[in-house]
């Protein structure tokens, strides 16, 4: 099963890609927004989907977006 979210938002740049899934990790924008997190969101979810044979990743350019994709095994 393939699961996308796609955001024709502004893109995440390489370097931060890189980081993303890390526990903590704020993008730059982030941690300027007025809205508070903690970077546990995303890195969270990855480990729920790799515990449960899956894969997530992320795509992202500029003019085209971000793409969140998760792919899990058929049940």
Known sequence: M????????????????????????RAPIARSSTKQGWGLGLAISKEI???????????????KGTTFSVSLPNP
């Open 2 to 25: 393939l699961l996308q979210i796609h955001n024709t938002g502004s893109h995440i740049p390489l370097e931060q890609q890189q980081h993303i899934f890390e526990l903590f990790y």
């Open 49 to 63: 989907v790799e515990r449960h044979g899956g894969q997530m990743w992320v795509e992202s350019a500029e003019g």
